[in-house]
């Protein structure tokens, strides 16, 4: 995961925003939330060779950021994460760090009188090689 993936994910980002001021005229509740996860993985064979590639480690350290505004008419959710890596692997050069499972979600809701409009977006990229 490059350079790339953190553009896109940065764009979407900056894309949804402008439409944050226009529902800030009648916002009843803003939420945020802010996740950290973390995560430790070690064995023997994570890639199942045979014979065996050897002894793996990895740390996943996982960030997330979530936002949602709401009024009586409309919602909108937004999310970014994203994981920070550390593995020592029978594939890496030693001790390597990376970016991992960017994830991008974005909803948005009307309510009318007697109808609905909801429109919902994700972009997610996953390495499932171990």
Same mark, same amino acid.
């Given at each position: 995961? /490059?350079?790339?993936?953190? %553009?896109?994910?940065?764009?979407?980002?900056? %894309?949804?925003?402008?439409?944050?001021?226009?529902?800030?005229?009648? &916002?009843?509740?803003?939420?945020?939330?802010? $996740?950290? @996860?973390?995560?430790?993985?070690?064995? !023997? *064979?994570?890639? +199942? @060779?045979?014979?065996? @590639? $050897?002894?793996?480690?990895?740390?996943?350290?996982?960030?997330?950021? /979530?936002? &949602?505004?709401?009024?009586?008419?409309?919602?909108?959710?937004?999310?970014?994460? =994203?994981? +920070?890596?550390?593995? *020592?692997?029978?594939?890496?050069?030693?001790?390597?760090? $990376?970016?991992?499972?960017?994830? %991008? !979600?974005?909803?948005?809701?009307? *309510? =009318?009188?007697?109808?609905?409009? #909801?429109?919902?977006? #994700?972009?997610?990229?996953?390495?499932?090689?171990?």
């Amino acid at each position: 995961m /490059g350079k790339t993936t953190v %553009v896109r994910a940065a764009l979407l980002g900056a %894309v949804s925003l402008p439409v944050l001021p226009a529902l800030a005229q009648e &916002i009843d509740a803003v939420r945020m939330s802010f $996740g950290v @996860e973390q995560g430790f993985e070690f064995g !023997d *064979n994570l890639a +199942l @060779e045979d014979p065996s @590639e $050897g002894e793996s480690s990895i740390a996943t350290t996982t960030l997330s950021f /979530g936002v &949602i505004t709401a009024t009586e008419r409309q919602q909108l959710d937004f999310n970014i994460s =994203g994981a +920070l890596q550390i593995q *020592n692997t029978p594939n890496t050069d030693g001790t390597e760090t $990376g970016f991992a499972d960017p994830r %991008v !979600d974005l909803a948005y809701t009307l *309510n =009318g009188r007697d109808s609905q409009f #909801t429109v919902d977006g #994700t972009y997610f990229e996953s390495d499932i090689d171990t």
